[in-house]
């Protein structure tokens, strides 16, 4: 069978067929899907029932894995998953659903709010793929936005004034902007805030984005209320409806979509007894944005 890529919906989103995530890609096939990930950002496979082997030995073909510490609220003995997956689900360690007020499932709700993954690390991943277990028949899409389509869109004046802006991004930013803000010592140190290039550009298509997430907390050298103001107008003009594509989830999906590219969150569950069992593996990017303060 030999790979196909159509377009869905959006530019920015392709639908896969022609591959069984289970078995071994070959070198052609790796080409192919990132190939497709430059031009659209976000592919769509359906059909994919994977192990979390089989989603693992499929995402270390673009790359290395980022493993999953340092990037929540979980103990060490609170895990479901082993640490190549981030669990996006609301299961506790026994596969249950966790109470409504857990600190794990406040933690969590930060995912509601538009962001790239891991842009809290020093270096930022290149692409999530997020794997559909078990979902609730209403609500639990997720929403991506394209970045350089929102950068097109750009007036040149905001183009010029934000090319070579910084901004510091932490999980501290974005969980306080939901009220969450009880963290230990140890956690405060762990989620130290880091700096990015706020335009970004694709090595291959050349096209610049804007690197935006929930854990920008500021601007370097602007006063911080300046800074979130400013962050904020960003966010509304990259979230218009008309840049936005919403995924609603059927088991068996695998959506993988390039952070460098795209933000994206998730919405509301409406019943929240129901379990949304969600595994994301993510391939680690190639080094920061910027050079980090000394
Ligand atoms: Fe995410």
Partial sequence: MTIAIKQLHRDFVGQVSGLDLSKPLSLTDVKQIEDGMDKFGILIFHNQNITDEQQIAYTRNFGELELHIGSNVLKADERRLSIEFADVSNLDQSGEVLKRGDRRRMFNLGNRL????????????????????????????????FMPAVYDALNEETKKEIESLITEHSLIYSRGQLGFSDFSEEEKTMFAPVRHALVRKNEFTKR??????????????????????????????????????????????????????????????????????????????????????A
Wanted: glycine residues 6%.
């Fill in 114 to 145: 538009w962001h790239s993954d891991s842009s809290f690390r020093v270096t930022p991943s290149k692409f999530s793929l997020l794997s559909c277990r078990s979902t609730p028949d209403i609500g639990g899409n997720t929403e991506f936005s």
């Fill in 208 to 293: 610049k984005s804007i690197y935006l997430s929930a854990h920008i907390g500021t601007i370097i050298g602007w006063e911080m209320p300046e800074a979130r103001d400013f962050i904020r107008e960003m966010m509304e003009h990259a979230t218009q409806r008309s840049f936005v594509y919403s995924h609603k989830w059927s088991v068996g999906d695998l959506v993988m979509w390039d952070n460098r590219q795209c933000m994206h969150r998730v919405r509301p569950i409406r019943d929240t007894a129901e379990k949304r069992d969600m595994r994301r593996t993510t391939v680690a990017g190639r080094g920061p944005t910027i050079l980090q303060e």
